[in-house]
C-alpha cells in the first residue's frame, strides 16, 4: 500500500473548476437580488393598494355623512336646499380632487 500515489488534479483544471464556482456563486447572488427587489416591489404595491382603499373607503363615508345632514338640514329650511346641494356638491369635488392627487401621488413614488 505504500506505493499508492494521490491523485492531483492539474493545476489548468483547478482554476478553471474555481473560476466556474466562482461565476455560479456571483449568477446565484445576482439572482437572489432580483427576487429580493421584486419582492420588495411586491410589497409596495400592496401597500399603495391598501392605502388608496382605505382612503377612497374614508372619502365615500364623509360623502355619505354630508348627504345626511343635507337632507336634515332641507327638511329644516326648504328654501336654502340650492345652497345646501351647491356645499354638497363642492364637498364631494374636493374629495374627488383630494383622491386623484393620492393616486398620482403614489404612482410617482415608485
Do not use: W
Not at 49 to 56: E, G, K, P, W
Amino acid at each position: 500500500m505504500s506505493d499508492v500515489i494521490p491523485y492531483s488534479a492539474p493545476l489548468a483544471f483547478a482554476r478553471e473548476a474555481r473560476q466556474s464556482i466562482r461565476a455560479m456563486a456571483r449568477t446565484r447572488a445576482r439572482a437572489d437580488v432580483r427576487i429580493a427587489e421584486v419582492d420588495a416591489s411586491t410589497d409596495v404595491t400592496l401597500a399603495k393598494v391598501d392605502n388608496l382603499t382605505m382612503a377612497t373607503g374614508t372619502a365615500m363615508q364623509q360623502v355619505v355623512r354630508v348627504a345626511r345632514v343635507q337632507r336634515e338640514l332641507e327638511q329644516l329650511a326648504p328654501e336654502a336646499s340650492a345652497r345646501l346641494n351647491f356645499l354638497a356638491d363642492d364637498h364631494l369635488l374636493g374629495c374627488s380632487e383630494l383622491m386623484s392627487e393620492l393616486r398620482r401621488e403614489l404612482r410617482r413614488n415608485r
